[in-house]
Nanobody, 129 residues
Framework: QVQLVESGGGSVQAGGSLRLSCVTS????????MGWFRQAPGKEREFVAS?????????YYAESVKGRFRVSRNNAFNMVFLQMNSLKPEDTAVYYC?????????????????????WGQGTQVTVTS
């Protein structure tokens, strides 16, 4: 079983920055892609960012965060990060880390939450105006 644990959430004023971390543990991690999603109160979970876990970096971003957020990884420590800059009140949500297994049979593309096999418990990000 693979576990994902997010950290780094908190409360910040608009214009500020936060860096979320996601560390994986459990059996030998065999992800092919990592993703960040978020869910605001009363809204559905939405895609934020994604990058491949092996090979060259290929990252994708939701239009709403492009240019402000950046995803990165540290394979040696099985960690993925989400650097969030120029935060806005509308970025307030619970942020989730997700991983797609290399042998996954799930369908969907990088921005589909159904395409991911493992999920963290989430970390709250609150941006005040």
């Amino acid at each position: 079983q693979v576990q994902l644990v997010e950290s780094g959430g908190g409360s910040v004023q608009a214009g500020g920055s936060l860096r979320l971390s996601c560390v994986t543990s459990g059996r030998t991690f065999s992800a092919v892609r990592m993703g960040w999603f978020r869910q605001a109160p009363g809204k559905e979970r939405e895609f934020v960012a994604s990058m491949n876990w092996i090979g060259g970096t290929t990252d994708y971003y939701a239009e709403s965060v492009k240019g402000r957020f950046r995803v990165s990884r540290n394979n040696a420590f099985n960690m993925v990060f989400l650097q969030m800059n120029s935060l806005k009140p509308e970025d307030t949500a619970v942020y989730y880390c997700a991983a797609r297994d290399r042998n996954s049979r799930k369908t969907g593309v990088y921005s589909d939450d159904v395409a991911y096999d493992y999920w963290g418990q989430g970390t709250q990000v609150t941006v005040t105006s």
